[in-house]
């Protein structure tokens, strides 16, 4: 009897699952009014007009209608992204429903955070690695120990320095590493070298932290009496 009693809720709860997982599945693809399957637009709903519901995970290229590179135009950038808050910024549904004030809402976060995310070059190269099943650990091992020391003596040079002058070549330094790195991430992208583009950002973000070091430094000096 206990036996029978396990399967059966073994039974029920795998059930309950299955269907949870296709309701997840099917959440941005149905419309929640009309229940129309047309996705031909991905904010609106093709038959009814209500704003979709957005799906748990959305391709950031894809929301923003760019191409799946690392080497995106800017300007259309921007400009999509400009174009789709002015259809779906939650002020636009002011007048609607709760569940559309929060659909847009929830739309309006997903585009900032997509945006934000390719406009900037170490994100949208880590975002790209992601969608390619790449990670970066925290731990950096795969750095060799000669770059690792160089960050050490650039970190001390900014330590020691006591004047504008000092701090501003070593800026200017820092700002060409930082364009030779990007140059070479281009590069790495476009040979499909993941591996290589990997171990550049990582680069990358300890030149970016060394440079965001420098500038507080500065300001710090110019606020100085």
Request: hydrophobic share 35%; with cysteine; charged share 30%.
């Amino acid at each position: 009897m206990l036996r029978t009693h396990l399967k059966r809720g073994t039974e029920k709860w795998l059930h309950l699952t299955t269907l949870r997982c296709r309701s997840k599945s099917a959440a941005g693809k149905q419309c929640w009014k009309c229940s129309s399957s047309d996705i031909n637009n991905t904010f609106f709903c093709a038959s009814c007009g209500v704003l979709r519901e957005s799906a748990e995970k959305e391709d950031y290229f894809e929301l923003l209608k760019l191409k799946k590179e690392f080497n995106i135009d800017t300007l259309k950038l921007v400009q999509n992204y400009r174009h789709i808050q002015s259809m779906i910024h939650p002020d636009k549904f002011a007048q609607k429903s709760e569940h559309e004030k929060a659909i847009a809402l929830e739309w309006s976060s997903l585009v900032n955070k997509a945006f934000k995310t390719l406009s900037k070059s170490i994100e949208r190269g880590k975002y790209l690695l992601t969608l390619n099943g790449v990670s970066i650990s925290e731990d950096n091992t795969s750095l060799d120990k000669e770059f690792l020391l160089t960050m050490m003596d650039l970190n001390e040079s900014v330590e020691d320095a006591e004047t504008a002058d000092e701090l501003k070549t070593i800026a200017s330094n820092v700002s060409v590493n930082i364009e030779h790195l990007n140059s070479k991430l281009v590069q790495h992208f476009k040979a499909h070298d993941l591996d290589g583009a990997k171990e550049v950002i990582i680069r990358l973000k300890y030149m970016n932290n060394i440079e965001r070091t420098v500038k507080e430094k500065l300001l710090h000096l110019n606020l100085k009496p």
